[in-house]
């Protein structure tokens, strides 16, 4: 699988046309695969895309909760694009989602995000970035599963946002749902990643396998 680098969108040209589950090629308008910079240092993960996101076929994009996102990325660097854009001018992060497609009654289902993971193992294999963003309590369980050596019951998104988890050759960055995220989430988001994250050598974690 190789990267197309001369574009943001689906860089790694994972299928756009799946019916990988039989109840979304119906609902959905597109397949949301990742979008960003293949040799990113920062992997956003969020659970399904929006509404919007299905509209624009870019993770994170085209509402509120998106330009939420797209602020945080341009104040810490990773964007030089306003936050409503819809086709984000993004450096060193990527942005993609547990499973690809939406249904508009109802949220991704376990079986959905289970057929979905080898997208997601694939671009976490090929950027192979050193910090890993789990968005909301779902991202952040399901890649404690492979990630973490700790189970992910014992995971609370409220708890552990903003903080840093020690992973298995990454390290986990956890956020609160954008959806519930108030401007005090955010900036305190802001403030771990500027001081603890970018303050210290992160890159040392690449590969390590610690507890």
């Keep these: 699988m190789d990267a197309e680098q001369d574009r943001l969108r689906n860089p790694f040209n994972m299928d756009e046309a799946c019916t990988n589950c039989d109840a979304l090629p119906e609902t959905r308008t597109q397949v949301v695969h990742g979008y960003g910079d ?22 994170f994009t085209g509402d509120g909760v998106g ?42 289902t376990e079986a959905e995000v289970t057929n979905c993971d080898p ?9 192979n970035p050193h910090i890993i963003v789990p968005v909301g309590e779902r991202a952040l369980r399901t890649l404690a599963v492979e990630y973490t050596t700790r189970p992910p019951e014992s995971f609370d998104i409220e708890a552990a946002h903003a903080t840093t988890i020690r992973g298995r ?13 108030t401007d005090a989430d955010t900036d305190a988001f802001v403030e771990h990643v500027v001081e603890n994250v970018f303050g210290r050598d992160y890159r040392q974690t690449k590969g390590r396998r610690s507890r």
Aim: net charge negative.
């Design 169 to 181: 050759g990454f390290e986990l960055v956890p956020m609160r749902s954008l959806e519930s995220q």
């Design 119 to 127: 997208f997601l193992t694939a671009e976490i294999r090929m950027i």
């Design 38 to 59: 293949v040799g990113a240092e920062f992997l956003f993960v969020g659970d399904s895309p929006s509404r919007a996101a299905d509209r624009t076929g870019v993770p």
């Design 67 to 108: 330009e939420r996102l797209q602020g945080i990325l341009g104040e810490l660097g990773f964007s030089r694009s306003p936050p409503d854009a819809t086709e984000p001018d993004l450096q060193n992060v990527f942005l993609t989602y547990l499973a690809r497609c939406r249904h508009p009654d109802r949220p991704a």
